[in-house]
Structure formats: C-alpha cells, structure tokens
C-alpha cells in the first residue's frame, strides 16, 4: 500500500447515500462535515447522486470508479457516515439490488486501504442481517476497516455476530453532531409535529394500506376532543422525485383542513439547521421516519413513534421511549389506538417522554467526531 504524499493539504472521501432529497441523509452529511476541520472541507469530496446536498465547500462525484479512484488520490481518508447500509429488509429484485450496494461500499473500503488510507464507518446502522451473506460482507468491509461504531445496541449486537476484524465501538446517531441542542424553554402553546412515510416505498406494506392508516389517523385526529387550541405541522422529509413524502403529506393536510383543523405543510428544506429549528417549535410529535423520531427527542418533544422497521424499534429502545407511545404498523392500528396514543401524548403520562439519559447518549455521538479528530490530525 502506498502513502499519498502531503496529506496535510488533502481532504476527505464522505460516502452515504447522499443527494437523495432526504433529511436524515442531510443530517448525518451535515455531522461528517461539521467534523471535519474547516480548513480541509474545501478539498473534501462526497459520493452522491445529485447536487441535492446541503450548502457546503467541498465537491461532489459519481460513485464511478475511476471518479472514486481519482478522488482517493487526493484525499486524507474515507468516512462513510450513518445509514442502515448493511441490512437483510428486502427480497427479490430489490433484494439483489441492494446486495449490489453492499458490495460497491464494501470494495469502495478496499480501494481507500489499497491507498494507505485510514477508513471509518461512522454512526452506522447495522440489521437485521439474516443471512450468511450479508454477515460475511460486514466481516470482509471490517477487514479494509480502520474503525466501525454502531449508532444503538442492537446494531452494535449486529454487527458483533459478523466478527469484525477491526476496532468497534458503540456509539450513537450522526445527527447531534451536526446541529445545536438547546435545552427547552418553559411553557408554550401545544404545536404537534407529523412526519409520515408512505410505508409501501419501502417495501413493507401496500399503497392502499398506507392512504388507509394515514387516512384514519388524519380523521381521528380531526374529531380528537382534546379541546386543545392545536397547531399542526406536517413535515416532508423526503422531497425529489424518488419516494418523495409529497403525496402522504399532502394526504394528511388536506383533511385536517378541511375538517377545520389549523395544519401546516412544512416542506422538504435541503439544510437540517433549518428543518430542526422547525421542529424545535413542536411541543410533541409523531414519526414514521427514523431520524423524525430522533430529531423530534433532540427537540425535547413528547413523542410516539410510528414503527414500520426495526431500525425505529431500536432507536425508540435506545432512548428509552416505552412500548405504548409506539404504534407498531403490523398491528394495524385502530382509531381507537390512535385515540388512546393522543390522550396519552397530550396528558402529563410519563411514558411519551423518552426516559434515557440525554447527557451519556450526546456523549455517544462525540465519539465520532474523537474517531475522526484523530485521523484529521494525524
């Protein structure tokens, strides 16, 4: 292996899968960037599929290998920041086409360690992994691998079953790293945060049952006699043309307007800062989207968590948020449910408050950023 010469000028290879119009991608790119000494972004690379990157200096290229490989000559490292990129969720053709991706991240580690090249995967999610050829994937990346940490436990407990060959750690979610965490203020008028998914977009549920949960969740809330002067946002967290938020979203404001209700569309922004300072106006919220869930326990809100994949499970353990503020998608949830879930949610009930301890899981995610100091420096 070979040593690229004045690495002190060089920047960094950031893979994901960014340029995908969608908030939790933005977040953690935003985390890697925000990380990375100031002087060394200008000369920093992301792999992406579009220009649909939040605002920074570094540049973008194609997941191309000669792209890649030119990119690497000039680079100090490569980070591949958060995601669920190793996991078994899908099956057939779109199973045989995310195992092409696990393979592209797993040779694009080989390439950087054939450079000399330090190779951190960074706050990332692992699982469910059942078969034997994913856990093998994981174990052959590890070993082009200079450092792996999982963002909860039950990723952490993942990625152990496939023994890596390099150093682990466990860690958290990229995403307070790259924004401001500031304690609540005191008492305000109740804003309650939506951000839905369309669940078929991601392989586990069909259209029509998906407009059928949103659509009673829409009505009951509309007829909920909480007697609170509610304000709703509705947020889109994913825009762009490619499982877009855009219909789900449009679904839900539509009749909570017109059964009078006060909802507001609030849609896909490309900077995090700007869509986390948004939701740090909600006082509680419900999400269907995984970084929705941990955006919204950063902003401190009352929350339940709409669980259509492990991930969200494991996030919703994490922080400690009890079973009955989850509403698991293959239940089928009812209107009764849902009328339960909002009581709840808008009454003192301690079990809508995720319980962790806020202070260690922030403490977490800085060993990120202690992984990656380290490299940028050395």
């Not at 599929?49 to 997941?63: F, I, N, Q, Y």
């Not at 191309?64 to 078994?88: C, I, N, P, Y």
């Not at 804003?191 to 669940?199: D, E, K, M, N």
């Amino acid at each position: 292996m070979t040593q690229p010469a004045d690495r002190e000028e060089k920047g960094w290879l950031v893979a994901g899968h960014y340029g995908g119009a969608n908030t939790g991608d933005d977040v953690m790119l935003a985390a890697v960037l925000r990380c990375i000494p100031e002087h060394q972004v200008p000369a920093t690379n992301v792999i992406a599929k579009s220009d649909t990157l939040p605002a920074s200096l570094c540049s973008r290229v194609d997941m191309r290998v000669g792209e890649v490989w030119a990119a690497l000559k000039q680079s100090r490292g490569l980070v591949m920041g958060g995601g669920t990129h190793f996991q078994d969720e899908f099956s057939g053709l779109r199973g045989l086409r995310h195992g092409r991706y696990m393979v592209r991240y797993v040779l694009l580690a080989m390439l950087a360690r054939i450079r000399g090249l330090p190779v951190l995967w960074l706050g990332m999610g692992f699982g469910p992994i059942t078969r034997a050829s994913t856990q093998w994937l994981v174990r052959v990346g590890s070993r082009f691998c200079t450092a792996i940490t999982a963002r909860d436990a039950a990723s952490m407990a993942e990625l152990e079953k496939c023994r890596p060959c390099c150093e682990i750690r466990l860690a958290f979610d990229l995403a307070p790293l790259a924004l401001d965490v500031v304690p609540r203020g005191g008492a305000c008028d109740a804003v309650l945060g939506i951000c839905p998914v369309y669940f078929s977009d991601t392989a586990v549920s069909s259209r029509a049952d998906d407009a059928a949960f949103w659509t009673t969740f829409a009505d009951t809330l509309s007829n909920w006699p909480g007697g609170l002067p509610l304000k709703i946002k509705v947020f889109e967290f994913r825009g762009g043309d490619r499982e877009a938020d855009t219909e789900v979203c449009n679904l839900l404001v539509n009749r909570l307007q017109e059964a009078g209700r006060d909802a507001t569309y609030i849609r896909y922004q490309m900077e995090p800062a700007e869509v986390f300072a948004e939701m740090q106006t909600c006082t509680h919220f419900i999400s269907a989207r995984f970084h929705g869930v941990l955006l919204s326990w950063m902003a401190e809100c009352r929350q339940i968590a709409v669980v259509y994949h492990q991930k969200v499970h494991d996030l919703a353990d994490e922080i400690g948020l009890a079973d009955v503020a989850r509403w698991p998608l293959e239940k089928n949830v009812s209107a009764e449910e849902i009328t339960h879930g909002l009581d709840g949610l808008f009454s003192d009930h301690p079990d809508y408050l995720p319980s962790a301890d806020r202070t260690e899981i922030l403490e977490r995610a800085e060993i990120n950023r202690a992984f990656l100091d380290v490299h940028a420096l050395g």
